[in-house]
């Protein structure tokens, strides 16, 4: 058998028998994970007309949160080390930051497996898992260009949303917000693969969302907080998810401290990876004795 007929596929990404893929393998594997973001990209386009909406309903959020906190505000200057104008921006660039990250791959994942497409997924030379990460990824960049983009120029409009005007903030929020994508997919994707081990996963899914909203800062900044509690989110992830990049566009972290917010973002990133492959592993394992 030749080099080229012994690399065959083995199941969940990667080639087998011939050692490494060749440079052309792996640039035709490459060009599908592409192939994922843009054909992603795509159906989002043909259902446009939902984010059409859904920047009305995003909009509605603000406001409701905007006149929520100008009258616990009232005549204060600060909270939470949060001026009033702070808060507005923070509220208004929060919402449509979560336009950006925010994906249904645990759903996708848990589908996948109750219906058992799983197991032809897990055969293709390919990596589910970062093929899953490339269509989230191929619908946030639908959601940013046709969903934020917009929606934050209504906000500014409705709102006195104040823009940053240090370059640096502009370029460490647009970097910490692909990361707040990255991290929050993350969690996604670890929750969707604990359908392979529990027999209905709906609940947690739900309780999920929940908690990622409400402790990443996305309804309440971190900062507000009770101070016990404050300390405890600031050990978990959800932070760097929305209060962390927040914080950066607000002007509230400047200078050398956007660095420091970002390398607790890198640090989140990496640590979820050891679950998420875990998981996945176990999970091939479980797929491949039980289905054979």
Request: overall charge positive; cysteine-free; proline content about 4%.
């Amino acid at each position: 058998m030749s080099e080229h007929t012994s690399a065959a596929a083995s199941p969940g990404g990667g080639y087998r028998g011939a050692g490494r893929p060749e440079r052309g393998e792996r640039r035709l594997l490459l060009e599908a994970y592409f192939d994922f973001i843009r054909i992603r990209f795509l159906t989002m386009l043909a259902y446009r007309l939902n984010y059409y909406t859904g920047i009305l309903i995003y909009s509605l959020n603000i406001g409701v949160n905007y006149f929520t906190w100008k009258a616990i505000y009232g005549q204060g200057e600060s909270l939470g080390g949060f001026t009033a104008a702070q808060m507005t921006t923070y509220v208004a660039v929060s919402w449509m930051a979560r336009a950006f990250y925010f994906n249904n791959l645990d759903r996708e994942i848990a589908t996948d497996i109750r219906d058992g497409s799983i197991a032809i997924q897990f055969i293709r030379p390919y990596n589910y898992v970062f093929a899953k990460m490339m269509q989230g990824f191929g619908e946030g960049m639908f959601r940013f260009l046709l969903f934020m983009i917009p929606g934050m120029a209504l906000a500014m409009l409705l709102f006195p949303v104040k823009l940053p005007q240090d370059p640096a903030a502009w370029a460490g929020f647009l970097v910490m917000l692909f990361f707040s994508f990255l991290i929050n997919s993350q969690i996604n994707i670890i929750t969707g693969l604990l359908a392979f081990f529990v027999e209905n996963n709906e609940g947690l899914m739900r309780m999920k969302r929940v908690v990622v909203d409400l402790f990443s800062g996305l309804i309440i900044p971190i900062s507000l907080f009770p101070g016990w509690l404050s300390a405890v989110l600031k050990l978990l992830p959800f932070q760097a998810i929305t209060y962390l990049p927040g914080s950066v566009f607000t002007g509230r972290v400047q200078g050398v401290g956007i660095w420091s917010v970002f390398g607790i973002q890198i640090i989140w990133f990496i640590i979820l990876l050891i679950p998420l492959f875990w998981l996945y592993r176990a999970a091939r394992q479980r797929l491949f004795v039980q289905g054979g």
